[in-house]
C-alpha cells in the first residue's frame, strides 16, 4: 500500500461501492473518497458500511447532504438531521460533509448562509470533521455571503466554459476557503466523442508518453487551480492510470494561453 495521496479522490458518484475498487484505491495511495447521501439511490453510507465498512479506516470519507427523496433543501434543521444520519449509517463520522448543489435552490437563496451555518455547528459539535460547499453551477452564488467554508467543490477541466470556471475562482476568493477541489475533469466520461478529436497532451511538460486521459486529468488541476480532484470510476486499471499520471507536470504556459483563448471567445 502506497503512503496516502490527498491530490485524488475517488469520487463514488454512478458507482457500484465495490469493495475491491476501494481496495485498490488504497493500495494506490489514493486517501480520499467521496460520496453523498443521495448516491445510490440514497444507500451510499448504508452500502458502504455493509461492503467495506472495515475498509473506511484507510480513508478521508467525504459525503453531501442537500438532497432528499422529496427533493432538494436547505432547510437548516433538515441539514442539521441529515448529518446527524450519516455517522449511523456509515458507522462511522465522515471527515467532511459538503452542502450539496445549493444553486438548486436558488429562488431560496437567503437560507444559504443559515444553511452553511447549520453544517459549520455539525462540525463545531464532532458530528462530522469539517465541512464545504459542493457546486455544479457556481455562478448564482458568487454575490452571496457564507461562513468560511473548509472547502469549496467546483468543476474543473478542459472542458468547463468560462464563464463557470471565472465564477468558481471569483466564490474561492470571496468565500476563502482552505482548499478548494475539482471534480468531473472529463466532462462525464472519457468515452466522448472530444477527447477523440482533441490532445490534451499539449497542456504537460515532456508527454510524449503520456495518455489523453492523464493528459485531461492532471490539466484540470490549473482550471481552475484546485488542491485536488475527485473523480468517478468503476474501473481500477483507470483509476491506475490516473495515479500514475501525478508524475507528470502542467506547462503553465499553455494553460495561461488557453485561458487568454476562452475569454477572447466569450461573448461581450
Not at 188 to 193: D, L, V, W
Request: aromatic share 6%; glycine share 8%.
Amino acid at each position: 500500500m502506497r503512503t496516502a495521496d490527498g491530490r485524488i479522490v475517488l469520487g463514488l458518484h454512478r458507482s457500484g461501492h465495490a469493495r475491491d475498487l476501494l481496495e485498490a484505491a488504497a493500495d494506490l495511495g489514493i486517501g480520499r473518497i467521496d460520496t453523498a447521501s443521495n448516491y445510490l439511490r440514497h444507500r451510499s453510507h448504508e452500502v458502504l458500511k455493509t461492503t467495506a465498512g472495515d475498509l473506511l479506516a484507510n480513508f478521508s470519507v467525504s459525503t453531501k447532504v442537500g438532497f432528499f427523496p422529496e427533493g432538494h433543501s436547505l432547510d437548516p434543521a433538515r441539514l442539521q438531521i441529515a448529518v446527524e444520519r450519516v455517522a449511523k449509517d456509515l458507522g462511522r463520522e465522515p471527515d467532511l460533509v459538503f452542502l450539496h448543489n445549493p444553486e438548486h435552490s436558488a429562488s431560496d437563496t437567503g437560507r444559504l448562509g443559515p444553511a452553511c451555518a447549520a453544517l459549520a455547528d455539525t462540525a463545531r459539535a464532532g458530528l462530522c470533521g469539517s465541512w464545504g460547499v459542493s457546486t455544479w453551477d457556481p455562478r448564482p452564488l458568487v454575490d452571496l455571503d457564507v461562513p468560511r467554508p473548509d472547502v469549496l467543490m467546483v468543476r474543473a477541466g478542459l472542458l468547463v466554459g468560462v464563464d463557470v470556471l471565472e465564477a468558481a475562482e471569483a466564490l474561492a476568493t470571496r468565500w476563502r476557503p482552505s482548499q478548494v477541489w475539482g471534480m468531473s475533469p472529463f466532462g462525464g466520461s472519457t468515452a466522448q466523442e472530444v477527447w477523440e478529436r482533441f490532445d490534451p497532451g499539449v497542456f504537460l511538460q515532456g508527454s510524449a508518453s503520456v495518455t489523453k486521459a492523464q493528459a485531461a486529468f492532471l490539466s484540470s488541476y490549473d482550471l481552475p487551480r484546485v488542491d485536488a480532484v475527485a473523480v468517478g470510476t468503476d474501473n481500477i486499471e483507470h483509476l491506475r492510470e490516473l495515479a500514475e499520471a501525478l508524475s507528470y507536470e502542467v506547462d503553465e504556459n499553455v494553460v495561461r494561453e488557453y485561458r487568454q483563448l476562452l475569454k477572447a471567445r466569450q461573448p461581450a
